[in-house]
């Protein structure tokens, strides 16, 4: 079975950079978000009426993903993940009004489903950075963004209350504040360690 690694972190503090990033270094098979792919996003972008179906896409997407790594021999790299889209975008979805109380339901028994089909994370790559940071990279993308700099501190509360149950020794927690975007600086020691924790697993 392979191993599942999801970098984690609020929108724009660079998860698929660093996904990219693995990959090239590890060799590791990479799980992205694809954006400009999936049928709703733009969508979802000027309709609130998409949430739902978007949120149900991503998810569906990620279980997707899930399952192909976990029957494969390689290691995985999601750029968010299901934990991600779950207990980060689609509660803050839920909280700015854009799903209701029962849409909300319906994507939480979704994932309580796929995460009791699978087995969670092996290792969670859990990215912050200064707030200040985040709003500049988030204002010089080039793709579609539902979340905005001002949903930071809500979504890192909600990613916090996740993280909360989630095995300590599962956690890799990483402060990329510092302007690095091909994460030159950290790559070589960060595979060593990665592939330490996952020996051990």
Known sequence: MGKLIVVVGSTGVGKTALTHALCREAG???GLEGHADRPFQARFKTDHRFALANQVDYLLLRLEQETAIRSGAQTGVLDGGLE???HGFTRLFHARGWLTD????????FYT???NLLPPPDLVLHLTARSGVIARRLAQRDRINIASAGDISLLDAFLAEWLSTVNAGCILSLDVSEDDPEYRRILPGLVENIQERLEKE
């Open 28 to 30: 590791f098979t990479p």
């Open 102 to 109: 029962d849409e909300l339901d319906l994507c939480r028994r």
């Open 84 to 86: 991600m889209d779950f």
């Open 113 to 115: 489903l796929a995460r």
